[in-house]
């Protein structure tokens, strides 16, 4: 996983003089049926979101409005920071990967599509213990 930019999501934009429309769609324009949807906004830029890993829950994140970023780690040392800050683009986070989201602007909505329905007990909140599970299935 050393390579974070397979991560990165173009979506098409329609639209002509009435606005713009982004169209996103589960197994078509993402690589997973959506179960569940939820939006962060209201956070201000001193404030880190997430702070976890997920055993079976992959996302994509759009930041619909203003401007968010997300580091991304792999356990291994790897890590990335993702500026969203259009409409029309997103990251794609699979399974097993620790995500901060932080530095929201002011306006920012931060919308997050998820894989699964929430199931508290697959989200790892312990970095240390992340690593250690990665570590461990890296041996098997």
């Given amino acids: 996983m050393e390579n974070f930019e397979g ?3 173009d979506f098409e934009q329609k639209g002509d003089t009435r606005g713009h429309l982004v169209v996103v769609e589960g197994m078509k324009d ?3 049926d959506i179960k569940r949807i939820f939006y962060i906004y209201g956070s201000s830029p001193t404030v880190i979101r997430g702070q976890h890993a997920n055993r079976k829950t992959e996302f994509v994140l759009i930041n619909v409005s203003g401007q968010s970023k997300v580091r991304v780690k ?6 990335t920071v993702f500026v969203l800050n259009r409409p029309h683009t997103g990251i794609y986070l ?4 620790w995500k901060d989201m932080y530095d929201f602007s002011v306006d920012s909505v931060l919308l997050c599509l998820a894989s ?21 299935q890296q041996e098997i």
Wanted: charged share 30%.
């Fill in 30 to 32: 993402i690589p997973f």
């Fill in 74 to 79: 792999d356990g291994k040392g790897n890590e």
């Fill in 116 to 136: 699964e329905h929430y199931d508290a007990a697959e989200y790892i909140r312990d970095y240390q213990e992340f690593v250690k599970i990665v570590a461990q």
């Fill in 7 to 9: 991560y990165k999501l």
């Fill in 94 to 97: 699979p399974k097993m990967v």
